[in-house]
């Protein structure tokens, strides 16, 4: 009889395994929100601990409990454009299959990598808000990387969707400051594009606090600084440190703005937004940036004789030459706060962690 027993929960427990074992994913469903042209771009910025992004899409996974990895990608074609290009992708990290959110990702579901086309997005930015056309594709995958098969079809679980933005009559675009530089904390000149039939401009500013913020968070829920301060029509260009609204910013702080433009019309008219742009409040007085400059002097001064030319290092230390921006090998923009945290690095670890410099005259 105890032989007996033993056997049948062996058997069941046989029979439980396999059931679990065979489980099989058969939903696998993108649902998009709308009105599309409320969103902005942090709808395709999937990085991790991203906060602020706008809630677009919902991702159905059926059953749930399931280790899975999902593979994403945004193409775009804008309006006037024969075909799409690639604009974003990503790939999670494996998580337990269910519904989730696409604001889910990078927070509650890891991003493992993630690509974007630069060029591509610049040229999306300089419209302001998203326009054209993007396909939102999805991959399932097993947690080992594998194609996860749809049993009803043989073919990998592939879900995808188009979003369709309404195309602007005009665009807005800010050309100064260019994004991510250094500013004189007592003069900021903004500068955008005008646009016909404007009657007023409206700024707004605000500060980021913590560069995992959105923009677009970062400007609707910041500290503000310039509250909608409007610019007369015909003018395109201004110091933003006379716009202040009371409270007062300080070298070191990172400031988010943006530029909106009023056109008198029908049904109330209509308003056009330009890009986002941060950069980075300096002071030639404050502590922070002259670490940075002994920093960087100290650096300089640790390479080779004759890489530097001695005036250029005179007019640096004197301050007649002031840093405005410094950038990666790939021609991207290096945040301050980066910058300061390399330079600090550097200078306090010499010797053999400045591999070769050269300098561009």
Same mark, same amino acid.
């Given at each position: ?34 009105? /599309? ?12 601990? /991203?906060?602020? &992004? ?21 193409? =775009? ?46 040229? &999306? ?66 500068? =955008? ?24 968070? &970062? ?27 009371? &409270? ?114």
């Amino acid at each position: 009889m105890k032989k007996r027993l033993t056997l049948w929960r062996v058997l069941v427990f046989s029979l439980l395994s396999f059931t679990f074992s065979t489980a099989q994913i058969h939903t696998f469903r993108l649902n998009v929100f709308t009105p /599309l042209p409320q969103l902005d771009f942090a709808t395709f910025a999937v990085t991790n601990d /991203l906060q602020g &992004a706008p809630t677009v899409f919902s991702v159905e996974i059926l059953p749930a409990d399931i280790d899975i990895i999902v593979e994403g990608s945004f193409e =775009w074609k804008d309006v006037g454009e024969a075909g799409f290009t690639p604009f974003t992708s990503f790939k999670t990290r494996p998580f337990k299959s269910r519904t989730f959110f696409n604001n889910t990702l990078g927070s509650e579901i890891r991003i493992a990598s993630s690509t974007t086309n630069r060029d591509r997005i610049t040229q &999306a930015l300089r419209k302001g808000k998203p326009t054209g056309n993007y396909i939102l594709t999805l991959r399932l995958f097993t947690d080992t990387g594998t194609p996860y098969i749809d049993p009803s079809t043989g073919q990998q679980f592939v879900t995808s969707a188009n979003l369709e933005f309404l195309n602007p009559t005009q665009t807005l675009e800010i050309l100064l400051p260019v994004p991510s530089t250094l500013q004189d904390v007592g003069q900021v000149i903004a500068k =955008w594009t005008p646009v016909q039939g404007a009657s007023k401009y409206s700024i707004k500013a605000s500060l980021r606090r913590d560069h995992r913020t959105s923009l677009e968070n &970062a400007l609707s829920s910041g500290q503000v600084m310039i509250n909608n301060v409007d610019i007369p029509g015909n003018q395109t260009e201004v110091n933003l440190r006379n716009l202040l609204s009371g &409270a007062e910013w300080f070298g070191g702080q990172e400031v988010v703005f943006q530029v909106t433009a009023f056109v008198e019309g029908p049904s109330g008219g209509q308003s056009i937004y330009s890009n986002l742009v941060n950069f980075y409040l300096k002071d030639a007085n404050t502590m922070a940036y002259m670490t940075l400059v002994g920093n960087i002097v100290s650096v300089l001064q640790s390479l080779p004789g004759g890489v530097i030319p001695q005036n250029l290092m005179n007019d640096f230390i004197s301050g007649t030459l002031q840093i405005t921006g410094i950038k990666r090998e790939d021609g991207s923009d290096m945040p301050i706060a980066e910058v300061m945290a390399l330079f600090n690095y550097l200078s306090q670890n010499p010797g053999d962690r400045v591999v070769s410099a050269t300098f561009n005259q």
